[in-house]
């Protein structure tokens, strides 16, 4: 079982906006920032937001994150075919011995 | 940039290293992460280490079996695993953390994976 909390499927039509959230707890998203990646059918995972909000170059400006509290979200403006994939937020953790933690992952398919 | 190797079918009990060569960017100053995957399954991480081999990482599940380490002569990262068992079955990539350290770091750049089998 994750630590953080994801819906396991989003979708939408071409086009249309799509939010996946992230929740956690004060020691991890309370705590440290958030990133996501994107892995696509068959493919490593991608870095897709840093730093709870932060674009890598080449990462289209569709893709956008936010947090608030203990969650955080990643929505998806204009969906498009190639953004069907899963998504995966991640954290690090306050621990003994710090560890980085995974969301389930939230298959986004685009109808 | 990033190049795993060393997976392969092991019988539980046994013992793997794998490797990790970086190019395209300075390695030296890069901390490095392992992170897996079971095939079909999410992504779960196994263990980082900063730039200059000052801090590490390892996740419970692994801790007293694998041991991360690297190289920067080689520009190489290792994941030394002892006592594997048959959970330990799944993909295991090499990724970038997003600067010298760990904590509250990115992974910027995945390698493409290597496999590991754990049966009898």
């Known amino acids: 079982q994750s630590v953080l909390t994801q819906p396991p499927s989003a979708s939408g039509a071409p086009g249309q906006r799509v939010t996946i959230s992230c929740s956690g707890s004060s020691s991890n998203i309370g705590s440290y920032t958030v990133d996501w990646y994107q892995q696509l059918p068959g493919t490593a995972p991608k870095l897709l937001i840093f730093a709870n909000t932060q674009r890598p170059s080449g990462v289209p400006a569709r893709f956008s994150g936010s947090r608030s509290g203990t969650s955080a979200s990643l929505a998806i403006s204009g969906l498009q075919s190639e953004d069907e994939a899963d998504y995966y937020c991640a954290s690090w953790q306050e621990s003994r011995n710090g560890k980085y933690v995974f969301g389930s992952g939230t298959k986004v398919t685009v109808l | 940039r990033l190049f795993e190797s060393g997976g392969g079918l092991v019988q539980p009990g046994g013992s793997l290293r794998l490797s990790c060569e970086g190019y395209g960017f300075t390695f030296r100053t890069s901390g490095m992460s392992w992170v897996r995957q079971i095939p079909g399954k999410g992504l779960e991480w196994v263990a980082s280490?900063?730039?200059?081999?000052?801090?590490?990482y390892t996740a419970d599940s692994v801790k007293g079996r694998f041991s991360i380490s690297r190289d920067n002569s080689e520009n190489t990262l290792y994941l030394q695993m002892n006592g594997l068992r048959a959970d330990d079955t799944a993909m295991y990539y090499c990724?970038?953390?997003?600067?010298?350290?760990?904590?509250?770091?990115?992974?910027?750049?995945w390698g493409q994976g290597t496999l590991v089998t754990v049966s009898s």
């Open positions: 280490i900063s730039a200059d081999s000052g801090g590490t």
């Open positions: 990724a970038k953390l997003g600067g010298f350290a760990v904590l509250n770091l990115e992974l910027d750049s």
